[in-house]
């Protein structure tokens, strides 16, 4: 088994998913391996000795050797456009077949494939590549994207690309009166610490449906130590939360035995793990079951405009949805 690296960008939110609407619509070559691969959610894996019918079978996008002048790319569009931070170009399994180079641009566009009229912006330019490695890159750029154009020169595979950065609203266009999810990642919400997530990650708390299975969701190991595990989350925007949803969905022997709730209204992000501890409790200490939806209101107590949340459990086990319905208090979103 391959080591994992330590993913500089995990407090940001993976925008290419496929579950979020993410789909590659283009591409100049796939002939060794399909484009959709590219994007799988799944971590590439290594086939011993299978073959299709164009050669060996490897598990991501690939093109065939070019023989002329030019360079392949694909196009992804976001399901939700958002603002990219950073990128793990990941060659795993790819050794003499792997680009020696690549590039990203991105453009804004309303349709599903941009034409050639469309204005691409460089946002990570020609970087080289290893074969079978992950290169974690950041980029800089301040503005949200909807499609991504990956640029390999000249050709070769790359197994996936992961595409982490953060999703960012058009408030002026929220009802205030509304009653909406703050946590949702579609309202830029997004879990930003963990005391642990072993089982499963802290930002499938915020997806959309309840949960496929027990892998969908946030799960810590087993806790052999006192204390309690516990996540920060991150909402789109400051305000007065009203309703809560805690879903246990296909927790069954591992969920936590009780929840609660913290929640302040914080400008200073630097000390989150100590800080939030002592934080207001918006929800008190809860029983909670197995695979359910719990619903709170009149257990909420008044706590006034927060921008942030900290769930604890007890003493540890599996989370599949949370969901945190307020309205949204005056004042700037969050940067």
């Known amino acids: 088994m391959k080591n994992k690296l330590q993913n500089p960008f995990h407090a940001w939110v993976r925008l290419e998913q496929p579950r979020l609407g993410s789909r590659v619509v283009y591409a100049t070559d796939e002939f060794f391996g399909a484009k959709e691969r590219l994007i799988e959610p799944q971590d590439p894996v290594f086939i011993e000795g299978r073959f299709d019918d164009h050669g ?39 050794t003499g077949n792997n680009p020696p180079s690549a590039s990203i641009d991105g453009c804004v566009s309303d349709a599903m494939l941009p034409d050639e009229n469309t204005a691409w912006q460089e946002l990570l330019p020609a970087v080289d590549l290893q074969g079978d490695a992950h290169h974690f890159l950041a980029i800089e750029h301040d503005s949200a994207t909807t ?3 990956f640029n390999i020169y000249p050709d070769g595979g790359v197994a996936r690309l992961r595409v982490y950065g953060e999703v960012r609203p058009d408030w002026d266009q929220m009802d205030s009166n509304e009653l909406i999810d ?147 208090a005056a004042g700037d979103a969050q940067s």
Request: charged residues 25%; hydrophobic residues 35%; glycine residues 10%.
């Open 56 to 94: 060996k079978w490897m598990d991501g996008w690939e093109s065939r050797r070019k023989r002329s002048e030019g360079y392949d790319y694909c196009i992804i569009h976001l399901g939700i456009p958002g603002i990219v931070h950073g990128v793990d170009i990941d060659t795993s399994y790819f």
């Open 147 to 149: 499609h991504l154009r």
């Open 182 to 328: 703050l946590f949702a990642i579609e309202h830029g919400g997004r879990a930003i610490l963990c005391s642990d997530q072993h089982f499963g990650t802290k930002h499938n708390l915020n997806l959309a449906g309840r949960g496929v299975n027990m892998g969908d969701g946030w799960e810590t190991a087993r806790r052999r130590t006192p204390g309690n595990d516990w996540v920060i989350l991150r909402l789109g925007h400051p305000g007065h939360i009203e309703k809560v949803e805690i879903d246990t969905a296909h927790f069954k022997g591992n969920y936590p035995d009780r929840a609660e709730l913290r929640a302040a209204l914080v400008t200073d992000e630097s000390d989150l793990e100590s800080s939030s501890a002592a934080w207001a409790v918006l929800l008190p200490e809860s029983k909670l079951d197995m695979d359910m939806q719990h619903f709170y209101t009149d257990a909420l107590q008044d706590v006034g405009a927060v921008s942030h949340v900290r769930l604890n459990i007890f003493p540890d086990g599996g989370i599949s949805r949370v969901r945190l319905y307020g309205n949204i």
